[in-house]
């Protein structure tokens, strides 16, 4: 059974660290890419950062040098490495996985990130 699931998120200070995970069992992960979006209050959906099956990562502008995207195939496992946060990283974070060789995606339920003093 396909399962989606993000936690790691929380209250930060500007400039700390968080590591979200993401733990998605159920299908066969390793053909999937990893994307990882975040929303804001009253803001779109924006895609953060992304890799691939074949290990290929791309990070949005804002983020770039801050943030670091890895994956464990073998336990169906995403990670996102958040350093040097600030307010404008406050946001729900969402995992989505996407297949990279035919329509199906899947979505967690998020983890909510604050990032304030």
């Known amino acids: 059974q396909v399962h989606v699931e993000e936690s790691g998120g929380g209250l930060v200070q500007p400039g700390g660290s968080l590591r979200l995970s993401c733990h998605a069992p159920g299908f066969e992960f390793d053909l999937y890419t990893i994307n990882w979006y975040r929303q804001a209050s009253e803001k779109e959906r924006e895609l953060v950062a992304s890799i691939s099956s074949t290990g290929s990562i791309t990070y949005s502008d804002p983020v770039k040098g801050r943030f670091s995207i890895s994956r464990d195939n073998r336990n169906d496992m995403s990670y996102l490495q958040m350093n040097n946060l600030k307010p404008d990283d406050t946001a729900v974070y969402y995992c989505?996985?996407?297949?990279?060789?035919?329509?199906?995606?899947?979505w967690g339920q998020g983890t909510q990130v604050t990032v304030s003093s």
């Open positions: 989505n996985p996407k297949s990279d060789y035919g329509p199906w995606e899947h």
